[in-house]
C-alpha cells in the first residue's frame, strides 16, 4: 500500500493509456446494512471494507480501487448516516458530507428486501442539500433475498424517491453484490460518470486506508464476534506500536466503555481474547503477506463515545 503518484507521475503514466480512459472518485450512501461495504469488496474483489450483520460498523472512508482496461474506479466507503445523538455520531455524519462533495458520482443503495422507508427519504433529502451537480445511481441491493415481482416494486419505490432527491436519478439499477448479478454493469455505469483522466493509483493498488486502520478494523470485528448485542457500537482498537523482527509484532489496544464490557471481551480465564487474537493475526497475516505476533490488550476508556480529548485519541 502506497500513497497515490504525484501529478507529475500521473501525467507521464498518462501517455501510456488509450484515448477515452476515464478515472475518478465515487462513494455509496444509504441506511447501514443496505450492503455498501458488500457491494464495495464485490467490485473490488477483494476483501477491504468491513462487513457485519450489525449496523454502524464501518466508520473510516476505506478506498477501494477498481482497475480496469478502459477506466479506474475509486471508491469511498463512507459510515452510515444516522441521526446523530453523540459526539461520535455527528463526526461520523460531518465524514459524509464531505465525501459526498468531493466525489464524481454518489451511489444511492436501497436494500430489496426492505420497503423504502423513513430512513430512505431522510437520506434521499440530506443528499439534495449537497448533491444538486453530482449525478446519484439508484442501487437497488440484495435482489437474491426477493422474487422478480418484488424487485420491480422496489425498483419503482426508489425512483420515486428522486422527488425527495428533487432531480432525476442518473441511472437505476438492480444488484446482488452476494451472486454478483449486475455487478460489473454498475462497474460500468459507475465509470461512465467520470471524467476522462489518467489512473489516479499505481495498477495492483486497492485500498489506500493506512494499514494500521485495516489492522485495527481487523481486530475489532473479530472482537465484535459473537458479542455484538452486548457490545454495539462501544469498542474502539488503536494499533499502537508495530515493531520489525523475526515476526512482526503488532501490538493493539482494545477500547471499552465499562469494566463489565471488559470482562466480555477477555471471556473466562482469557479464553475469549485469546480467539480474538487468533481470528485477528490470521486476517493481518493475509493483508501484509508476513508472520505476525499480535499483542492484545483491553482497556477501559470511560464513555469515550461523549469525550471529545478520548475519540480524538482513538482517531475520530
Ligand atoms: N443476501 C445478500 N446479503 C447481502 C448482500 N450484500 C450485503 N449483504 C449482507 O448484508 C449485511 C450488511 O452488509 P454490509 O455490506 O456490512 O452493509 P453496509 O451498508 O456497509 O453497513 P454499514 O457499514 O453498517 O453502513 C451483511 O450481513 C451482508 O452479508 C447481497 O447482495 N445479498
Given at each position: 500500500?502506497?500513497?497515490?503518484?504525484?501529478?507529475?507521475?500521473?501525467?507521464?503514466?498518462?501517455?501510456?493509456?488509450?484515448?477515452?480512459f476515464r478515472s475518478g472518485f465515487a462513494c455509496f450512501v444509504g441506511?447501514?446494512?443496505v450492503g455498501k461495504s458488500t457491494l464495495t469488496n464485490?467490485?473490488?474483489?477483494q476483501k477491504v471494507a468491513i462487513t457485519s450483520s450489525r449496523?454502524?460498523?464501518?466508520?473510516?472512508?476505506i478506498r477501494g480501487v477498481v482497475h480496469r482496461e478502459d477506466?479506474?474506479?475509486?471508491?469511498?466507503?463512507?459510515?452510515g448516516l444516522h441521526r446523530p445523538r453523540t459526539l461520535l455520531g455527528e463526526r461520523l455524519n460531518d465524514v459524509v458530507h464531505t465525501t459526498w462533495a468531493e466525489v464524481d458520482v454518489i451511489g444511492f443503495c436501497v436494500p430489496a428486501d426492505q420497503a423504502v422507508g423513513p430512513g430512505d427519504r431522510f437520506i434521499a433529502s440530506e443528499l439534495a442539500k449537497v448533491t444538486a451537480k453530482t449525478p446519484v445511481i439508484g442501487i437497488l441491493?440484495?435482489?437474491?433475498?426477493?422474487?422478480?415481482?418484488?424487485?420491480?416494486?422496489?425498483?419503482?419505490?426508489?425512483?420515486?424517491?428522486s422527488e425527495t432527491l428533487g432531480h432525476e436519478f442518473a441511472e437505476i439499477v438492480p444488484v446482488s453484490a452476494s451472486s454478483g448479478h449486475q455487478v460489473s454493469l454498475l462497474a460500468d455505469l459507475l465509470l461512465a460518470r467520470m471524467p476522462p483522466g489518467p489512473p489516479l493509483y499505481?495498477?495492483?493498488?486497492?485500498?489506500?486506508?493506512?494499514?494500521?486502520?485495516?489492522?485495527?478494523?481487523?481486530?475489532?470485528?473479530?472482537?465484535l464476534e459473537g458479542v455484538r448485542d452486548e457490545l454495539p457500537h462501544s469498542l474502539a482498537v488503536v494499533v499502537e506500536e508495530m515493531t520489525p523482527g523475526k515476526v512482526l509484532t503488532v501490538r493493539a489496544e482494545i477500547f471499552v466503555e465499562r469494566d463489565s464490557q471488559k470482562?466480555?471481551?477477555?471471556?473466562?480465564?482469557?479464553?475469549?481474547l485469546k480467539h480474538v487474537g487468533t481470528e485477528a493475526r490470521r486476517q493481518i497475516e493475509a493483508l501484509l503477506g508476513e508472520k505476525v505476533h499480535l499483542d492484545l490488550f483491553v482497556k477501559v476508556a470511560k464513555d469515550w463515545q461523549r469525550d471529545p480529548r478520548q475519540l480524538r485519541r482513538l482517531g475520530f
Amino acid at each position: 500500500m502506497s500513497t497515490p503518484e504525484s501529478p507529475g507521475d500521473a501525467a507521464e503514466r498518462s501517455s501510456t493509456h488509450q484515448d477515452g480512459f476515464r478515472s475518478g472518485f465515487a462513494c455509496f450512501v444509504g441506511r447501514p446494512n443496505v450492503g455498501k461495504s458488500t457491494l464495495t469488496n464485490a467490485l473490488v474483489g477483494q476483501k477491504v471494507a468491513i462487513t457485519s450483520s450489525r449496523p454502524q460498523t464501518t466508520r473510516h472512508a476505506i478506498r477501494g480501487v477498481v482497475h480496469r482496461e478502459d477506466g479506474q474506479l475509486v471508491l469511498v466507503d463512507t459510515p452510515g448516516l444516522h441521526r446523530p445523538r453523540t459526539l461520535l455520531g455527528e463526526r461520523l455524519n460531518d465524514v459524509v458530507h464531505t465525501t459526498w462533495a468531493e466525489v464524481d458520482v454518489i451511489g444511492f443503495c436501497v436494500p430489496a428486501d426492505q420497503a423504502v422507508g423513513p430512513g430512505d427519504r431522510f437520506i434521499a433529502s440530506e443528499l439534495a442539500k449537497v448533491t444538486a451537480k453530482t449525478p446519484v445511481i439508484g442501487i437497488l441491493t440484495k435482489t437474491d433475498l426477493v422474487r422478480p415481482e418484488v424487485i420491480a416494486e422496489r425498483l419503482l419505490a426508489l425512483q420515486q424517491l428522486s422527488e425527495t432527491l428533487g432531480h432525476e436519478f442518473a441511472e437505476i439499477v438492480p444488484v446482488s453484490a452476494s451472486s454478483g448479478h449486475q455487478v460489473s454493469l454498475l462497474a460500468d455505469l459507475l465509470l461512465a460518470r467520470m471524467p476522462p483522466g489518467p489512473p489516479l493509483y499505481p495498477e495492483g493498488e486497492l485500498s489506500d486506508e493506512p494499514e494500521t486502520t485495516l489492522i485495527a478494523e481487523f481486530v475489532r470485528e473479530a472482537a465484535l464476534e459473537g458479542v455484538r448485542d452486548e457490545l454495539p457500537h462501544s469498542l474502539a482498537v488503536v494499533v499502537e506500536e508495530m515493531t520489525p523482527g523475526k515476526v512482526l509484532t503488532v501490538r493493539a489496544e482494545i477500547f471499552v466503555e465499562r469494566d463489565s464490557q471488559k470482562s466480555i471481551v477477555i471471556g473466562k480465564g482469557g479464553s475469549r481474547l485469546k480467539h480474538v487474537g487468533t481470528e485477528a493475526r490470521r486476517q493481518i497475516e493475509a493483508l501484509l503477506g508476513e508472520k505476525v505476533h499480535l499483542d492484545l490488550f483491553v482497556k477501559v476508556a470511560k464513555d469515550w463515545q461523549r469525550d471529545p480529548r478520548q475519540l480524538r485519541r482513538l482517531g475520530f
